[in-house]
C-alpha cells in the first residue's frame, strides 16, 4: 500500500488523495514511514502498561479461595458476593470474580440442565412454486376493546403469492390443519407426490398434534423457528406488514368477523395480482408464481434497450436490471467473512 502511494505521488498525485483512494489515512500513513522508509510494525513487541486499578496477585488468590470454600461449592458469584458482603468482607464485583474464575478455567457450567447450545436456523430453498410454504397467525383488532380475530396467512416464499388464508375467532391446531389442507388441494398438490415445506414459528397452534398429523398424512415437510427468535419468519411478518399499512386498513378494528373477512378478500386479490413486489423486481407474486415473470422481464428488457439506442449519451452504464434469482432461500447459511490480513 505504501509502495502504491509512493508510485502516484511519482506521478503527480497528491498525498491526501492518494491516501483516499487506498484507504489510509494520513496520520496512519505517516504513522508508518520515516524518512520514505517503510517502518516495522511494532504493536507485537510494544509494552502496554498493566492498569493502575488491576487486581493483585494476592487479591486474586483471595477471590480464588473464597470461591473454594465447601460453602460456596454450588453458588454462583451473584450468590458469593452478597453473602460476603453480609459478613463484611468485599473482595472483588462479581465481574472480578467471573474473570477470575474464567482465566484460571474455572468457570463451566455445572447442574443437571443442558448447557446452552447456538441452534442454526432451519435453512430452505426454494427453486421453484409450490416447495417453500411458510404460514403464521396475526392479530386483527375488532370494534371492541381487547377483542381481536385471528388471521391464519399461508406464503409461498418462491412466489411470495398468497396460497391460503383465513380469519377465525380463536387460534386453534385445527383451523390451522384445515387450511393447509384446503390451500394443498387448491395448488393442486397431490399426497406425497411433490415434497413441500411448511415453515412457521413455535406457537401452540403451529405444533398442535392436529397439524402434524395433517401434514404427515399431506406429506408435508414441518419446519419451525428458533425459539425465542423473531426473524426466522421474515416472509409472514413482512407480508403481515403489508396488509396493516394498506391506506385503507380499518384503525378503528372490523366491524364483524364477516367485514374482515371480506376486507382480507380484497386484500389478497389486490397482493397477488396487482402489487408489484420489491422483493421480486416489481412482478406481481402471481406472475412468479405462473412462470409469466420471465416474459415481463424480457418485455422490459426490450423496451430499455430501445430506449438507450434512441439516446445513448443519457446512459453511462447499462440498463436497468430487469432479472429474477433462480432460487430464493429461507434463512440462507450466512458465509464466513474472509480474514484480511493485514499489511503495511
Known sequence: MIADVAEARQQGARLAAACAVTGLSLRTYRRWTSDGEVQADGRPGAEHPAPAHKLSAAERDAILAACHEPRFASLPPSQMVPRLADEGLYLGSESSFYRVLHAADEQHHRGRAAAPQRREPATHEARGPNQVWCWDISYLPS??????????????????????????????????????????????????????????????????????????????????????????????????????????????????????????????????????????????????????????????????????????????????????????????????????????
Not at 385445527?174 to 388441494?185: N, P
Not at 413441500?196 to 397439524?211: C, E, I, Q, R, Y
Not at 380499518?250 to 378478500?265: E, N, Q, Y
Not at 428488457?301 to 446512459?315: C, S, V
Open 143 to 344: 370494534g371492541i376493546r381487547g377483542l381481536y380475530y385471528y388471521l391464519y396467512l399461508i406464503l409461498d416464499v418462491y412466489s411470495r403469492k398468497i396460497v391460503g388464508w383465513e380469519v377465525e375467532i380463536e387460534e386453534s391446531g385445527e383451523h390451522g390443519a384445515a387450511l393447509v389442507q384446503r390451500s394443498t388441494l387448491s395448488e393442486g398438490i397431490a399426497t406425497s407426490s411433490q415434497p413441500l415445506v411448511l415453515h412457521a414459528d413455535n406457537g401452540s397452534p403451529m405444533k398442535s398434534a392436529t397439524l402434524l398429523a395433517m401434514l404427515q398424512w399431506l406429506g408435508v415437510q414441518p419446519s419451525h423457528s428458533r425459539p425465542r427468535v423473531s426473524n426466522d419468519n421474515a416472509y409472514a411478518e413482512s407480508v403481515f406488514r403489508t396488509c396493516k399499512y394498506r391506506p385503507e386498513y380499518p384503525l378503528d378494528g372490523f366491524g364483524s368477523l364477516a367485514a374482515a373477512r371480506a376486507w382480507m378478500l380484497r386484500f389478497v386479490k389486490w397482493y397477488n395480482t396487482e402489487h408489484r413486489h420489491s422483493g421480486l423486481n416489481f412482478v406481481t407474486p402471481l406472475q412468479r408464481h405462473t412462470q409469466e415473470a420471465a416474459a415481463v422481464m424480457h418485455q422490459r428488457i426490450e423496451l430499455y434497450e430501445a430506449a438507450r439506442a434512441r439516446h445513448p449519451r443519457r446512459w453511462s452504464q447499462e440498463i436497468r436490471d430487469w432479472s429474477l434469482p433462480d432460487s430464493v432461500w429461507l434463512n440462507p447459511v450466512k458465509q464466513a467473512k474472509p480474514e484480511v490480513a493485514k499489511a503495511a
